[in-house]
């Protein structure tokens, strides 16, 4: 039974994250392989060895080769979600039917383009968002290597307090499912042509 404090649709509580003007809690550090941290208060999500290769040959493009992401990308955000949902839709999956698919996706996509800035980026891309002439729109300009970054720290977004356990699990599988879906194409979505080398 759900109580007045927990919620039993846990995937609409990550568009309300997204709009929070939230401090940054704790400054994350770039090299802290968080994907393994367990925390029974935060959903723990398993990256194959194949994405973790992948986020770490990211960070040292970026920050010991000063290497940046191509923008906008050749596979943007909202075609990976695009994708997801006909591949939900095709499968017949419950998740889709119910309305949880899509309700993820609408969260995710909130909170990209809300704490993309604050959260997301390396710090020696910033200067690459001054080019961008105001757009804010980061899930139509930016592809899967930013998009696993966030799948990385996604869990601190949500308390396990605050939804009963049948909510808290629904959204791990959930989030689990689209992570397994962006591993079968990781190599698609995160070509090793994706990036460019900063002229000195």
Known sequence: MVTERKRSNPIKLLAEAGRR??????????????IDNKNG????LFFTPGLKEKLMKDRDLIVSKKYLVKIPSK?????????????????????????????MI????????HRFIVELLYKPELP???????????????????LLRLMTCIGKLISHNEFDD?????LRMHFQRFLEFIDVNRD????GDNYFQVMQ
């Open 188 to 191: 698609n979505y995160m070509p």
């Open 166 to 170: 049948s909510g808290f699990n629904i």
């Open 41 to 44: 208060n935060q959903i723990i």
């Open 128 to 146: 690459q968002i001054k080019n961008l002439a105001g757009k804010t729109v980061f899930t139509e300009i930016y592809g899967c290597e930013h």
């Open 21 to 34: 003007d939230q401090p940054r809690t704790r400054k994350r550090n770039k090299g802290d392989d968080t």
């Open 106 to 113: 609408c969260g995710i996509r909130t909170y990209f383009n």
């Open 75 to 103: 596979v943007t955000c909202e075609m990976i979600f695009k994708e997801f949902l006909y591949h939900e839709k095709q499968e017949n999956s419950i998740y889709f039917n119910n309305g949880v698919s899509q309700d």
